[in-house]
């Protein structure tokens, strides 16, 4: 499986936009990008996923570089509760639906 | 809606005993898929079911099995188990076994082995 690259940890203050990278230089064609955050003490919880075109929903924007070796995660406006471990994980057809998680991105908001 | 939902919350064992730990999916969710996370560390994929069948398996021992029932439930058994089973499992589910479907998490067992 193409593994990422991620920082081990990141620092934001409030209300000021995160930018947390992802480096998948091994990437095919067919993987998508996935990212998932854990909040303390709770399972992790999808955020955004995209294959070639940037992203947007509510909760964030996925920024894929153009050769899509590497993609960076946008939080506008951090907030307290956006402290988190982040990860960024590549999703095969072959996976049959399984995520394999490394150790992620710990984002720490200072208010 | 309810998520997904995990029993029991905490659990204490000790060594060489068995466990099942429980997982109900979201409503109209036929994936479900386990994990183990130590601490500090990602989430580990242990078993994934759809439609009540076996659909991959991660690099755990055989003492590590699972099943998943007709309203698409899941349990998860541990059996002998070790000082290195102290985890976090978590359940997921998803609408089907694609892989773009996103995985809804619950908020996981504590196993904790004395």
């Known amino acids: 499986d193409a593994k990422t690259t991620q920082p081990n940890s990141m620092e934001s203050n409030e209300e000021e936009p995160v930018h947390l990278p992802c480096n998948h230089s091994t990437i095919s064609g067919t993987d998508y990008i996935h990212w998932y955050r854990q909040l303390p003490s709770q399972g992790p919880e999808y955020v955004i996923h995209?294959?070639?075109s940037n992203v947007n929903n509510r909760m964030a924007s996925l920024a894929i570089a153009e050769d899509r070796k590497s993609s960076t995660l946008i939080l506008h406006r951090a907030t307290l509760r956006d402290a988190a471990v982040y990860y960024c994980?590549?999703?095969?057809?072959?996976?049959?639906?399984?995520?394999?998680f490394g150790r992620g991105t710990q984002l720490t908001v200072w208010p | 809606d309810a998520g997904v939902t995990q029993s029991p919350t905490h659990l204490i064992k000790t060594r060489g005993q068995q466990v099942t730990l429980r997982c109900s999916p979201i409503s109209g969710h036929k994936s479900v898929s386990w994990y183990q996370q130590v601490l500090g560390q990602g989430p580990q994929f242990i078993f994934q079911y759809y439609e009540k069948e076996e659909r991959g398996r991660g690099n755990f021992p055989d003492r590590f099995s699972a099943r998943q029932f007709p309203n698409y439930s899941s349990e998860l058994n541990v059996n002998a188990l070790l000082l290195g089973d102290s985890a976090l499992y978590l359940c997921?589910?998803?609408?089907?076994?694609?892989?773009?479907?996103?995985?809804?998490f619950g908020d996981g067992t504590r196993l904790s082995i004395l």
């Open positions: 997921a589910s998803s609408l089907a076994g694609t892989d773009i479907q996103p995985q809804h």
């Open positions: 995209g294959l070639t």
């Open positions: 994980i590549l999703r095969k057809g072959s996976t049959l639906g399984r995520l394999y």
